[in-house]
């Protein structure tokens, strides 16, 4: 499937009528410069070679360990690395798209719950009706209407950009100046983080009902040793620098880490409409999905039974059935996070965030190919990635699939 | 001796008619507000040269930025540009890309979801492989880059629209050709020796029909909301034809200056455009497929 995807935009990008070369120059007066610039990339190669040299370069395991990206090419523009600019842009987009995909979801969820329950009453036609026009609304329409009103209008939240640039939070720092004194002094430091990780596969043992002795406790030396060598190899390779920096990319969980509020409200202040805009155009379905599953759900005779043994609405409501019902909707999950990464573009444009979507953008006023097609690569190893991770989780939350 | 009076149909029995329709129910009101709301928008658009009180391309007829009043009801742009004359003649770029790329779509889709479906074996696997493939890929993503690649204008953004929106075409048709192929009257026309050919046009085809009618009505919403993100990325038709896309897009600059009526009408245009769309296309899925209706 990922084979496929990468040859398909291999096709889109190379295959397709309009040469990149030739389009990058306005004027096409230096022969030489054009065939300078096509040795430089590559492009003078058979289509074959050029399809096998792309191929390759993905796949590309040691480039990866190496340089921490991936081997996409270098950019038209100013023939630096694509890999690396392509990893500095994602962890906005991932950030954008987690948030906004919680927001869809509570929302979906909270409505469509609502309207359930009031079936065919007018809060439930009402609540249909919102999730029709959300679904219809450009992305970046709404955004702007959130501009106008809650960024210019009420100056209650910051209409572009994704932190005041001063604040950017680093992460976690962790100073490991005392183990540098060597290979020994490390495994001696890293010892507690073996014990840690022995009390915590205690608990989950104990959670399973193993029994101590003797075989919980023989299975518990292995996280053990394994807690206690990770991180001592961890703290080794780290040591030479000094300073060990934790870091997620995403400015909300950076902030936390680093144990600063100001930066953190900042952070969120900053993320709002973005997540708001892109969330509530993407509720619309998952208040159909909820409301569909929920009547459905309501129906069956253990609500009823719940019911008559004199349990709270709300709990009977939210603790029994939406827990049934909310297996269609983690799939949905799934299903949508592609067209959710569509709009990201839409919305990273409106509010000038500095991810993945602004950057094919930037990249397609340069005319920048290469970049184009690295980036399209990463979005669809993105979505691949997400649907193997909700197959999981689907896994782990429905009994009847084991993996 | 009782008279039976028999109704002449004159459209097809896939279209349903406008009387029978208001004995449906929600479902025939919906179609019918969705249908109201996309006609007059198309024919508002058509008569444009006509109503618009402007020319909608001249730019400076009246001052800079000026919000609604009297004589631009609708206020007018950074270019002086009449927004009211705008709106009215901005939806053409839209509705052209939305029927030529569900146009593409069909020509492609229904053909090759027949035939590979039909034939079965390696063929379907193969084009089943590629249309999930290409369904599972962000579909603005992947229309944004294929507009980048073979350029602006109405043809191909409608070309980039459509491969995006064809493995919808095609799964609809598959899935549908799979079950009409088992069904008994399908087999009782392959026994009574009809060959594959008229069994697929006369058989499988009109059972089709349908479901892609309402998968088409709801991809023009799709596709009227792929164009208009396309053109707020810059991939849009050329700035000197008046369109709604352009004017949304050019409004954010106007932003910060607070100039609401830039981007709020036709903004709206585009929401009533695709919602009239996809109120239909809720409303016929309801009509044609009664057995979903539960």
Not at chain 1, 34 to 45: E, P, T, V
Not at chain 2, 251 to 279: E, K, Q, Y
Request: glycine share 10%.
């Amino acid at each position: 499937m990922i084979m496929l995807l990468l040859s398909i935009v291999f096709l889109i990008v190379r295959v397709l009528p309009g040469d990149p070369v030739l389009l990058h120059f306005e004027r096409r007066e230096n022969p030489e410069a054009i065939a300078q610039m096509r040795r430089n990339l590559g492009l003078d190669k058979p289509l074959l070679n050029q399809y096998f040299d792309y191929l390759g370069g993905i796949l590309d395991v040691t480039y990866l360990l190496e340089h921490g990206y991936l081997n996409l090419g270098k950019s038209m523009q100013d023939f630096s690395p694509i890999g690396q600019q392509i990893f500095s842009a994602f962890p906005a987009t991932l950030e954008l798209a987690i948030y906004s995909m919680i927001v869809a979801v509570v929302i979906g969820i909270l409505l469509g719950v609502r309207a359930s329950r009031s079936y065919n009453s007018p809060l439930d036609h009402l609540i249909r009706t919102f999730g029709t026009v959300t679904y219809a609304i450009p992305v970046f329409f709404l955004g702007m209407i959130f501009q106008l009103t809650l960024g210019i209008g009420l100056h209650w939240f910051p209409t572009g950009g994704r932190i005041y640039p001063t604040l950017e939070p680093h992460g976690l720092t962790l100073y490991l100046g005392a183990p540098a004194g060597g290979f020994i002094s490390v495994f001696l430091w890293s010892f507690p983080a073996g014990l840690a990780s022995w009390a915590l596969s205690f608990v989950v043992l104990r959670k399973k009902r193993v029994k101590f002795w003797p075989r919980g406790f023989l299975v518990s030396l292995f996280p053990f040793f394994v807690g206690w060598f990770v991180w001592a190899f961890g703290a080794w390779h780290f040591t030479s620098v000094g300073i060990l920096h934790i870091s997620t990319g995403l400015y909300t969980i950076d902030s936390l880490l680093e144990g600063n509020i100001v930066k953190f409200v900042q952070a969120v202040r900053y993320l709002f409409l973005p997540s708001l805009t892109l969330g509530l155009v993407l509720a619309g379905v998952f208040i159909r999905l909820t409301r569909s599953n929920m009547l459905e759900t309501l129906r069956l005779d253990f609500v009823t039974a719940a019911r008559a043994r004199g349990l709270k609405e709300t709990a009977v409501v939210y603790g029994y059935a939406l827990r049934n019902a909310f297996l269609p909707i983690l799939t949905m999950v799934g299903l949508q996070f592609a067209m959710l990464l569509g709009g990201a573009i839409l919305t990273e444009t409106t509010f000038s965030w500095p991810g993945l979507g602004r950057y094919i953008v930037e990249r397609i006023n340069f005319r920048d190919y290469t970049a184009i097609q690295g980036a399209v690569v990463v979005f669809g190893l993105f979505v691949a990635l997400v649907s193997l991770f909700v197959d999981i989780l689907y896994a782990y939350f429905d009994p009847r699939i084991r993996l | 001796m009782q008279k039976v009076e028999t109704k002449r149909r004159i459209f097809p029995s896939f279209i349903p008619n406008l009387t029978s329709l208001t004995r449906r129910g929600l479902a025939g009101w919906i179609t019918i507000i969705g249908a109201t709301i996309v006609l007059s928008i198309m024919l508002m658009t058509l008569l444009a040269p006509w109503i618009s009180p402007h020319n909608p391309a001249e730019i400076n007829v009246g001052p800079l930025s000026s919000p609604p009043n009297s004589q631009f009801p609708l206020g007018t742009n950074h270019l002086g540009q009449d927004m009211l004359s705008r709106i009215i003649s901005g939806g053409s770029v839209m509705i052209q890309v939305a029927v030529l790329s569900v146009f593409f779509c069909l020509l492609v889709g229904l053909p090759i979801g027949l035939l590979a479906s039909y034939a079965g074996g390696i063929i379907d696997k193969v084009f089943s492989l590629v249309m999930d493939s290409l369904y599972a890929f962000p579909g603005m993503v992947l229309a944004i880059a294929i507009a980048a690649m073979i350029g602006t204008g109405v043809v191909n953004m409608a070309l980039s629209i459509a491969v995006v929106y064809v493995p919808s075409y095609f799964r609809i048709v598959r899935s549908q050709v799979l079950t009409i192929k088992e069904l008994p009257y399908a087999e009782a026309a392959l026994a009574t020796g009809a060959k594959g050919r008229s069994i697929l046009l006369r058989y499988i085809l009109p059972n089709v029909v349908p479901s892609v009618v309402v998968v088409a009505t709801v991809n023009f919403a799709d596709a009227i909301l792929t164009a208009a993100g396309l053109t707020f990325i810059g991939l849009g038709v050329e700035k000197s034809i008046p369109d709604w896309g352009w004017d949304l897009t050019d409004g954010r600059a106007l932003l910060p200056s607070g100039a609401w009526w830039v981007i709020t009408f036709p903004g709206i245009m585009i929401v009533l455009l695709a919602l009239g769309f996809t109120l239909m296309g809720e409303g016929l899925s309801e009509l044609l497929n009664p057995r979903l209706e539960q």
